[in-house]
């Protein structure tokens, strides 16, 4: 899958972890994940994901290690261990177990991770189409019942007037 459709499919949720700067490049500008990893031509939205599934301890190694792979141009200005532990804290599992009152976990199908916003976006939808369908159809069968019985009386009136008689 390519890193737009799995961007697309996993929506925004990884935001605050991918746009995180991590340091100063020489020419001045701020390094973020997104573009440190997608350097390393890793696809930062699965890396991501894959991150978030891990357990903390394994995921700050991970992370400490792609960060300690990094060109010497960029200066990170602390250790990679310690940039990737505050890092890893910005993923959407971790955050949300910090901060009470976030946003319910999204809803997991298989291996497909679903928020539960889009769900709900989803649900909201179809209900829309439901209840347009039935507005439609009650618009829709009295027009028919109306065009039905005016046919219907009147040829039922000419058959039953009689014919008149000319004087």
Not at 7 to 22: C, R
Not at 61 to 76: F, I
Not at 94 to 117: E, F, M, N, Q, T
């Amino acid at each position: 899958m390519t890193g737009a459709a799995v961007a697309a499919q996993l929506g925004s949720e990884f935001n605050d972890f991918l746009y995180a700067p991590i340091g100063e490049e020489r020419s001045g500008m701020t390094l973020s994940v997104l573009s440190a990893l997608a350097r390393q031509d890793v696809d930062p939205w699965e890396r991501a994901a894959q991150l978030n599934r891990l357990p903390e301890e394994v995921a700050v190694r991970e992370l400490a290690a792609l960060l300690a792979a990094l060109p010497d141009e960029v200066s990170a200005g602390s250790a990679p261990a310690a940039l990737a532990s505050r890092l890893i804290a910005l993923l959407p599992q971790r955050s949300a177990a910090h901060k009470p009152g976030k946003s319910p976990p999204p809803l997991r199908v298989g291996k497909h991770v679903v928020p539960l916003g889009r769900v709900a976006i989803i649900v909201g939808y179809l209900l829309f189409i439901l209840f347009s369908q039935w507005l439609i159809a009650g618009i829709m069968t009295p027009a028919r019942t109306e065009k039905a019985s005016a046919g219907s009386s009147s040829t039922a009136l000419t058959h039953s007037v009689p014919p008149q008689r000319s004087r």
